[in-house]
């Protein structure tokens, strides 16, 4: 019942200020909602080689594909695209055991703010 009431207060404000001609609203802008996207995919862009340590691909390593939601907020028609740093970030969330030659090795990431779910890359260490 009193869910939002500071904000429905202040807009009654700003409302009957705009209309008594109290707010200078030439400089104000209105932004457009923030695009949201899916991860759907994680590429790891580096090959190892076996030498009995743990691997774990640096966020230079990885390539990070997104879909972006459409305003029914479904993104499973639109095509996956490469994110770039003004679309949003990811972070490194975790790494497989990544020591053993020819045994899939794995690192897995997370999308921050805009950017939605995780996702796992995987990669091979080739052997010695």
């Not at 030439?26 to 590429?43: K, M, W």
Request: include cysteine.
């Amino acid at each position: 019942m009193h869910k939002d009431v500071g904000k429905r207060v202040m807009a009654l404000l700003l409302s009957i200020c705009m209309i008594a001609g109290m707010v200078d609203w030439s400089g104000f802008t209105v932004r457009a909602a923030e695009e949201r996207y899916h991860l759907s995919q994680v590429i790891v862009n580096t090959s190892y080689t076996y030498n009995g340590q743990k691997k774990e691909p640096k966020e230079s390593d990885i390539t990070v594909k997104v879909q972006q939601y459409d305003e029914k907020g479904d993104w499973r028609g639109s095509p996956p695209v490469e994110l770039t740093a003004d679309m949003g970030s990811y972070t490194i969330t975790g790494y497989g055991e990544n020591i053993n030659a020819n045994i899939p090795s794995t690192v897995r990431v997370r999308g921050d703010g805009n950017i939605e779910g995780d996702g796992t890359g995987t990669f091979t260490i080739a052997p010695l």
